[in-house]
């Protein structure tokens, strides 16, 4: 996986708690499509190894969903931070 701040946590189940990552992947539902990355407004998601989104730069992400909305694939599962 590239060099990063961040990084999506691949997790092999679809019922297992999200990380304190803000945005987690479900790696077996993602078919690598890069919608996600698309519509990052903050451009916080890049491609990865094997076509999969991660998460460039945790700090940069905003938390607002997009990538979870446009997801075909619901592969894609976004935590609210709270704001301080």
Same mark, same amino acid.
């Given at each position: 996986m590239p060099a990063g701040k961040g990084k999506v946590s691949e997790v092999g189940e679809a019922l297992r708690l999200p $990380?304190?990552?803000p945005v987690v992947v479900f790696a077996k539902w993602c078919k690598g499509c890069g919608i996600c990355?698309?519509?990052c407004? $903050?451009?916080a998601l890049a491609m990865g190894k094997e076509d999969r989104p991660?998460?460039?730069d945790a700090d940069r992400c905003s938390s607002c969903?997009?990538?979870e909305i446009r997801c075909p694939d619901f592969?894609?599962?976004v935590t609210h931070r709270k704001r301080g």
């Open positions: $990380t304190a990552d990355v698309e519509f407004p $903050t451009k991660y998460l460039l969903g997009m990538c592969a894609i599962n």
